[in-house]
């Protein structure tokens, strides 16, 4: 399996009145071909400005891509001229963005809204485009597609704005979509039919997908690999059989123990990350979770890790203790 997307070093920036926050820090990561890699952390951690700064979509003139590569089959995207850009959005990466009502235009219809990309990347004509359209809409599960071609987003419920976007992101057939938090202010259920038709798609497809999610159960079931992030870094990789069997940064485990087990006895309250996430304007010394860190030692506070293999096969952490976490893992209900 060759590699798709690699991003290297990648720095973003936002200058405010309180000072440069860093929200992506010197990250590294890579996408192989239809592979569905995850991207998880709290909010703020940075992973949506990852997925925006490799579609060159981070506002300015505050947010700022500073430094590092981003290449998409060969090609350093941060290079590419904003003409040349516009024809690898939606043609060779689709996104599906976090809030499907404020990411569809309000005053055009589904149907125009998905044919436009059709006729601009594929050269449809508008008969061929539509017709395409109905296609792609009964594919992702609506019902009554022609008809629904007319109507405007407000009439479609929030499952269905969700399967739209996911049509629109299909429907140039990209060898990658970036899906950020796909199933934000769904309930439970259209949650798994979502994800389920997402995976579905990139099965039938051969589609890579990079998912960025603080929901760990979607991790579990449907991403290969898994980058976590905290304060702008990446601070574990591994696969995500790995990281769960044998997570190595106090991070992940706090994650992993802040979400309901089926597997185990029922508690009384869950066991959440004590503390808040650091001000990236203002980052400690040393590791950015030394404050909310039970593991932590007095190198923690001084130096900043970088990421190690700790577990063989590609799994790596950025802890200073990941060896004596591995030991003690048991200890801690893991």
Known sequence: MGTLLEVKNLKTHFVTRSGVVR????????VGESETVALVGES???????????????????????GGQVLFKGRDLLEL??????????????????????SLNPVLTIGRQLTEGLEIHLGFAPTEARRRAAE??????????????????????????????????????PSLILADEPTTALDVTIQAQILELMKDLSRRFGVAMLIITHNLGVVARYADRVNVMYAGKIIERGTARELYANPRHPYTLGLLRSVPR???????RLDPIEGQPPDLTRLPSGCAFTPRCAFSVERCRVEIPPLRVVNGGGHVSACWEAEKLGRQRSAVGM
């Open 23 to 30: 929200a992506v820090d010197d990250v590294s990561w890579d």
């Open 44 to 66: 703020g951690c940075g992973k949506s400005v990852s997925a925006l700064s490799i579609m060159r979509l981070v506002a300015g003139p505050a947010g700022r891509i500073v």
């Open 81 to 102: 001229s904003e003409e040349a850009m516009r024809h690898v959005r939606g043609r060779e990466i689709g996104m599906i963005f976090q809030e499907p009502m404020t």
């Open 136 to 173: 792609l809409l009964g594919m992702v599960g609506i019902p009554d597609p022609e008809r629904r071609l007319s109507q405007y987003p407000h009439q479609f419920s929030g499952g269905m704005r969700q399967r739209m976007m996911i049509a629109m992101a299909v429907a140039c057939n």
């Open 262 to 268: 089926l597997d185990e006895p029922r508690r009384a």
